[in-house]
């Protein structure tokens, strides 16, 4: 049962007064005790429960409401989640990734994680002989029950925030055989002690307090989590800027997970390779499976070309420069070669930053999901079944 709010709940861009606990480029998180007396009043979906820290044993971090897949009976929507404990270690992180679950509209819309791949398929573990070779950290809106979250509705004090933690099998059967969605992996170049640094920070804040925490589609999300878990742990000129200079408006490539790629390829932390995604499950979607056609494929040959960026650059520049004196001729000579001057360099970065969007949407690799996990985990193809179904 919902209580109303002293807080007002009008739609905002900018949500100044609650900002991630990461965010290294504005205020901190404000939690007033009117938000914690709030959300003790929801009545919150009971499958998203928060995980606690158990023990910490150097590296290895045990949690509880570990998430290690989801039982099978009835229709995907009804499909009941098996949780339970499980050990981490954190020294054994092979690659990261930050993935995004694309849906409707891709253009903008989508589901932000991060996704550790392990060096061996035992470094996650649980009960009863439990294990996996990796883990996910899905931030997601806390629901009340009865209540669907929406794009705007994110932007109002209607949703809470959970960090939830799950086994890697977990994640890719949720996304590509219960909901049928494709899983895009955007591998991350960090070194060994960037990797561990950033799954301590990932496990950390998934068993943090976030009581009175609210969810906002912009400026505290799934997406902007995974930005300010990764700016944590890299040098100050690859951190992604979160605000805008002036005004401290949420910047997009920041804010929209559609442009996770692109943004991370414009700080030189994406990997120099194909961009996996995973494909729906074939036998449930069969309609949904994606492939990288003609056009895309060559759009991906050219954007590798070395001249590809500085040619977008030069042309950004050029057609910036060009409506920057138009706008400033407006109030003279002088006005104009000003304009000029400040257009050109705003298209300068708007063009090299087109080229990485076209370079990350264009040089990707469909995989099938199964096949991906059996080649990252080597275990054989009944087991990688066995765990992406949870069927025994």
Same mark, same amino acid.
């Given at each position: 049962?919902?209580?109303?709010?002293?807080?007002?709940?009008?739609?905002?861009?900018?949500?100044?007064?609650?900002?991630?606990?990461r965010?290294?480029?504005?205020s901190?998180?404000?939690?007033?005790e009117?938000?914690?007396?709030?959300?003790l009043?929801?009545?919150w979906?009971?499958?998203?429960?928060?995980?606690?820290l158990?023990?910490?044993?150097?590296?290895?971090?045990?949690v509880?409401?570990?998430?290690?897949?989801?039982?099978?009976?009835?229709?995907?929507?009804?499909?009941?989640p /098996?949780?339970? $404990?499980?050990?981490?270690?954190?020294?054994?992180? @092979?690659? !990261?990734?930050?993935? *995004? +679950?694309?849906?409707?509209?891709?253009?903008?819309?989508?589901h932000?994680?991060?996704?550790?791949?392990?060096?061996?398929?035992?470094?996650?573990?649980?009960?009863?002989g439990?294990?996996?070779?990796g883990?996910?950290?899905?931030?997601?809106a806390?629901?009340?029950?009865?209540?669907?979250?929406?794009?705007?509705?994110?932007?109002?004090?209607?949703?809470?925030?959970?960090y939830?933690?799950?086994?890697?099998? /977990?994640?890719? $059967?949720?996304v590509?055989r219960?909901r049928?969605h @494709?899983? !895009?992996?955007?591998? *991350? +170049?960090?070194?060994d002690?960037?990797?561990k640094?950033l799954?301590?920070?990932?496990?950390?804040?998934?068993?943090?307090?976030?009581l009175?925490?609210?969810?906002?589609?912009?400026t505290n999300?799934c997406?902007?989590?995974?930005?300010?878990?990764?700016n944590?742990?890299?040098?100050?000129?690859?951190?992604?800027?979160?605000w805008?200079?002036?005004?401290?408006?949420?910047?997009?490539?920041?804010?929209?997970?559609?442009l996770?790629?692109a943004?991370?390829?414009?700080?030189g932390?994406?990997?120099?390779e194909?961009i996996?995604?995973?494909?729906p499950?074939?036998n449930?979607?069969?309609?949904k499976?994606?492939?990288?056609?003609?056009?895309?494929?060559?759009?991906?040959?050219?954007?590798?070309?070395?001249?590809?960026?500085?040619a977008?650059?030069?042309?950004?520049?050029?057609?910036g420069?060009a409506?920057?004196?138009?706008i400033?001729?407006?109030?003279?000579?002088?006005?104009g070669?000003?304009?000029?001057g400040l257009?050109?360099l705003?298209?300068?970065?708007?063009?090299?930053?087109?080229?990485?969007?076209?370079?990350?949407?264009?040089d990707?690799?469909?995989?099938?999901?199964?096949?991906?996990?059996?080649?990252?985990?080597?275990?054989?193809?009944?087991?990688?079944?066995?765990?992406?179904?949870?069927?025994?």
């Amino acid at each position: 049962m919902l209580i109303q709010s002293t807080h007002s709940n009008k739609l905002t861009l900018g949500n100044r007064g609650q900002v991630s606990r990461r965010d290294r480029y504005r205020s901190e998180l404000k939690i007033s005790e009117q938000d914690r007396r709030d959300h003790l009043a929801i009545d919150w979906r009971p499958e998203q429960t928060p995980s606690s820290l158990l023990k910490r044993e150097g590296d290895r971090y045990t949690v509880s409401n570990f998430r290690w897949g989801f039982d099978e009976v009835g229709q995907p929507g009804d499909w009941k989640p /098996d949780n339970d $404990q499980a050990t981490v270690d954190v020294s054994k992180v @092979k690659n !990261v990734y930050l993935a *995004i +679950e694309p849906f409707a509209p891709e253009i903008v819309a989508g589901h932000g994680l991060m996704v550790f791949e392990m060096e061996n398929d035992s470094d996650v573990s649980g009960p009863n002989g439990k294990q996996d070779v990796g883990f996910a950290v899905s931030v997601e809106a806390r629901r009340p029950v009865g209540k669907e979250y929406g794009l705007v509705s994110g932007m109002k004090k209607n949703f809470g925030m959970i960090y939830q933690l799950g086994s890697l099998s /977990d994640q890719i $059967q949720k996304v590509t055989r219960q909901r049928g969605h @494709k899983l !895009v992996l955007h591998r *991350i +170049e960090l070194d060994d002690e960037q990797k561990k640094k950033l799954a301590q920070d990932a496990l950390d804040a998934s068993v943090e307090d976030r009581l009175g925490e609210w969810y906002h589609t912009l400026t505290n999300s799934c997406f902007t989590a995974g930005v300010d878990l990764v700016n944590g742990v890299v040098p100050e000129d690859q951190k992604m800027a979160r605000w805008t200079k002036h005004l401290r408006f949420s910047r997009l490539n920041t804010s929209l997970p559609a442009l996770a790629g692109a943004t991370l390829k414009s700080k030189g932390l994406l990997a120099e390779e194909p961009i996996t995604f995973l494909n729906p499950d074939p036998n449930i979607w069969p309609e949904k499976q994606g492939s990288v056609g003609a056009l895309k494929k060559g759009l991906a040959y050219t954007s590798r070309s070395a001249l590809f960026k500085p040619a977008l650059a030069v042309a950004g520049a050029g057609a910036g420069g060009a409506v920057g004196y138009a706008i400033g001729n407006c109030f003279g000579e002088i006005g104009g070669y000003i304009g000029a001057g400040l257009g050109a360099l705003s298209g300068l970065g708007t063009g090299s930053y087109t080229a990485d969007v076209i370079a990350t949407k264009t040089d990707q690799k469909p995989t099938h999901a199964e096949q991906w996990y059996m080649e990252k985990s080597g275990v054989s193809r009944e087991e990688a079944r066995r765990r992406l179904s949870s069927q025994d």
